[in-house]
């Protein structure tokens, strides 16, 4: 006996994925930070992020841990927008943090994959 195997198209995978993405859409709280040299940091969800590019309406921030272990977790920023793509491949790296001294404000966190995007 053989058995029936569906077989998904990439056109179905992305329906798929945007309708996860639509789902997986939350308000969430993001932190401030300066970093070494003044450069400005950003704190979600355990993990940190430096500024890598900066553009008119948006900002392209990688994951602290990029250099380390090669984590390959993105994020762009615009306006009340937060964009995340990738997954971290290690422990979140800024629990230690004291949050009550740095500032913050809630975005609309948006969760894509690269491929689909």
């Known amino acids: ?12 995978y992305n329906q798929r994925r945007l309708r996860q993405n639509t789902e997986a859409n939350q308000k969430s709280r993001l932190y401030f930070k300066v970093g070494r040299l003044n450069a400005p940091k950003i704190i979600f969800n355990g993990n940190s992020f430096n500024v890598n590019k900066k553009k008119v309406n948006s900002s392209f921030w990688r994951c602290d841990s990029y250099w380390r272990s090669k984590c390959t977790c993105t994020v762009i920023t615009r306006g009340g927008q937060m964009y995340i793509s990738g997954d971290h491949n290690h422990e979140p790296n800024a629990l230690r943090e004291d949050f009550s001294q740095l500032k913050s404000q809630f975005v609309n966190v948006i969760y894509r994959n690269k491929r689909v995007w």
């Open 1 to 12: 006996m053989t058995a029936a195997v569906a077989v998904e198209t990439f056109g179905d």
